[in-house]
């Protein structure tokens, strides 16, 4: 076949648009039906190992339900702070244990009107006024213990008492009479006879005339009680605290 005649052949190929391209063996290129040369798909990058399933961790026994690597989870801020045993969560909390209460940021004014019918407002306040004003502060930890009905406030204020309790080792007369009436009062809240029993013991070994000195104390007792049996009596309607017998 002549030169021209093959060139009018591969005109006719390329004018009907129809090509052929058979790939090579190195050329890397595809078949195509339209003339179109298709690029080689890009070269797929190598796939790291996935990492095998990480077995679920236990916490080991005696780490605190907490496995070793693995983060703490933060308590929440009312348990963080509140002083309770943990092995009792539920054991009755002092105010020194939480050492501090959202009411201790509250102005005096303020904790006084909502004293009225809050226990917890009634004790915040009361202990600010310990060191200041003593007849004050016992009155609103009174209503304090009047208005839960627990002898927790009352504890508190006895144990942060602003006077020495003794001196060279010999009990004060002062601090012997407070405790023991305070605790009079508190076991009629459910605190229990134990501190009444020591502080009477306490008394007639230190003190003169100690059966006249108990008789007088726990009338004082007894017109404390009355006290917080008046504040029941006006925010809840009844008291429900009882009175001191042989007082």
Not at 41 to 65: C, F, H, M, N
Not at 68 to 73: D, M, T, Y
Not at 133 to 151: H, M, T, V
Not at 217 to 224: K, T, W
Request: aromatic share 4%; charged share 25%.
């Amino acid at each position: 076949m002549s030169r021209s005649v093959e060139w009018i052949m591969v005109c006719a190929v390329l004018a009907l648009g129809t090509v052929l391209v058979i790939r090579g063996p190195d050329t890397g290129l595809q078949h195509g039906a339209t003339g179109t040369v298709q690029p080689p798909p890009a070269a797929s990058q190598p796939l790291q190992a996935e990492r095998p399933p990480q077995p679920e961790t236990v916490p080991a026994a005696g780490d605190g339900g907490r496995a070793a690597g693995s983060r703490a989870v933060p308590e929440s801020p009312d348990v963080a702070r509140s002083g309770r045993d943990r092995a009792d969560p539920f054991g009755p909390v002092s105010y020194e244990a939480v050492g501090s209460h959202p009411y201790e940021s509250y102005d005096s004014e303020t904790l006084a009107l909502l004293a009225y019918s809050d226990a917890k407002a009634a004790e915040v306040l009361g202990m600010r006024f310990r060191r200041q004003d003593e007849a004050r502060s016992l009155e609103y930890i009174l209503r304090a213990a009047a208005l839960s009905g627990r002898p927790e406030a009352l504890q508190v204020f006895r144990n942060a008492s602003p006077y020495p309790v003794a001196i060279d080792g010999r009990p004060l007369a002062r601090a012997l009479r407070e405790q023991y009436v305070l605790s009079v009062v508190a076991d009629k809240l459910g605190a229990g006879p134990a501190d009444v029993v020591l502080w009477e013991q306490r008394i007639r070994t230190e003190l003169p005339n100690p059966d006249q000195e108990i008789r007088r104390l726990r009338r004082q007792a007894a017109e404390l009680l009355r006290r917080m049996q008046e504040v029941q009596r006006e925010v809840i309607g009844a008291p429900t605290i009882g009175g001191l017998d042989n007082a």
